[in-house]
């Protein structure tokens, strides 16, 4: 369960073309049980609508220091001190620039002046209004006065720019929310894992055909990422061996990235020794037996044979090690049929602890997508199907069975 439930969480949204995330961060806060009120400034409601906001956090939405309605039913003093966490998002530069300042001279700056939290900002702006020297002095401001600050992420900009300075995904946001409320809990949850050592394999590898051409999948990386950063909230030295893949590396966790199967079996030997070895990369089964040095022609014979070889298998090889296996070997398996008895096929042939089954076929949008569904098959055969969940949430439940069996083996 994400450490969110319950929680009421005060946002803030500004006013910048970034805002239009907000609405699916009211989703995604909503899904693990926060409560959300927002407010929205003058500016804000040029990208987003009061309507849209309540719709989907179910609340009333804010955006009026002097509304005499508003303070009869509940006073700016109480807005700002009722919630357990104020998240301004997307946080523009005005704003930080105010916060930072201390001026309050609408609602949103003055619950950020009035609260006795300390607020996390999202920032989402230009690349140059984000590097300007002006903005990183207020961020330095609201950084030593205990405020956290999720992102910028680098990219290409609604105004066409590049670089950094582009608001983080929802997602992300709910990911730093969730490791700042475990951080800054004085009752934080024990660390169950702490003391113990992971290594996890994420996202797809790529093996190349010649220097511009590769074979691949779709992997995402997004539940290896997941259960890495589970793993490591849990407490374990975490270290994440990753395919190529578009996401920011978990917070305290060690990533050593990596384009092919071999690069990433060597990876994971001079990772170990390790307590925990989850597999949940998409390794390529097959690479070219000889990547060409220069860009493949077209030529007078038609296309070309490319000779495949196997790739050496990295749960197997991990599983099957005769010193220094981990503690607990789980793989995962990727099917679009037979998916049980496929997957316990794999558990005996690679000789894991535990496989972790998800249906991969195409209306199912596993690769790539934010929920998985997924079927735990331990060895002595007891399969359990969980239910369709957030991948940040399958990673939690994973992490939680990696700590009751370690328990077990002691
Ligand atoms: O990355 P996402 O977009 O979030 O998608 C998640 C996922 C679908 C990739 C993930 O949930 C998943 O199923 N990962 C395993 C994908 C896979 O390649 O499965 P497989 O059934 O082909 O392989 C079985 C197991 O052997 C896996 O643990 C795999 O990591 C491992 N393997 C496979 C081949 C190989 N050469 N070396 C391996 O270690």
């Not at 061996?241 to 050593?256: I, N």
Request: hydrophobic letters at 45%; glycine letters at 8%.
């Amino acid at each position: 369960m994400s450490n969110l439930s319950g929680k009421h969480v005060l946002l803030i949204v500004s006013g910048g073309i970034a805002a239009y995330k907000t609405l699916d961060l009211v989703r995604r806060l909503r899904e693990r049980g926060a409560n959300v009120t927002a407010v929205l400034t003058k500016a804000a409601k040029q990208f987003v609508t009061p309507l849209s906001i309540a719709s989907l956090s179910g609340r009333k939405v804010y955006d009026d220091l002097f509304s005499l309605t508003d303070e009869t039913e509940m006073g700016h003093i109480q807005l700002s001190r009722g919630s357990d966490l104020v998240l301004v998002a997307p946080a523009t530069a005005d704003l930080m620039a105010r916060a930072a300042n201390g001026l309050a001279d609408d609602l949103a700056s003055t619950l950020l002046l009035a609260t006795d939290k300390a607020p996390i900002f999202v920032p989402a702006m230009n690349v140059r209004m984000w590097t300007h020297p002006a903005t990183q002095r207020n961020m330095s401001a609201l950084r030593a006065a205990g405020c956290a600050i999720l992102g910028p992420a680098d990219g290409e900009m609604a105004c066409g720019e590049f670089g950094p300075g582009r608001m983080i995904e929802p997602l992300d946001v709910i990911a730093g929310l969730e490791g700042l409320i475990a951080a800054r809990s004085d009752a934080s949850p024990a660390k169950p894992l702490a003391g113990r050592r992971a290594i996890v394999t994420a996202g797809p590898t790529r093996e190349p055909i010649d220097p511009v051409r590769y074979i691949s999948n779709k992997s995402s990386g997004k539940q290896g990422y997941a259960i890495a950063s589970a793993l490591a909230a849990a407490g374990a030295e975490t270290v994440l061996v990753s395919g190529p893949v578009d996401l920011r590396p978990p917070a305290g966790v060690t990533v050593k990235p990596v384009e092919s199967a071999v690069e990433m079996l060597d990876a994971v030997r001079a990772a170990l020794p390790a307590d925990i070895f989850v597999a949940a990369a998409a390794v390529a089964d097959w690479r070219a037996k000889t990547a060409g040095l220069q860009k493949t022609k077209k030529g007078p014979d038609g296309p070309p044979t490319i000779e495949l070889v196997e790739n050496p298998d990295i749960l197997a090889t991990v599983s099957q090690m005769r010193t220094g296996r981990p503690t607990l070997v789980i793989g995962f398996a990727a099917e679009t049929e037979n998916l049980i008895a496929n997957a316990q096929a794999k558990l005996a042939r690679k000789q894991c602890d535990i496989i972790v089954a998800n249906d991969v076929g195409a209306e199912q949008a596993i690769f790539g997508g934010d929920l998985n569904r997924v079927v735990v098959i331990d060895k002595g055969g007891a399969a359990e199907a969980w239910p369709q969940a957030n991948k940040a949430d399958v990673a939690t439940r994973i992490a939680a069975l990696v700590a009751t069996r370690l328990d077990d083996k002691a």
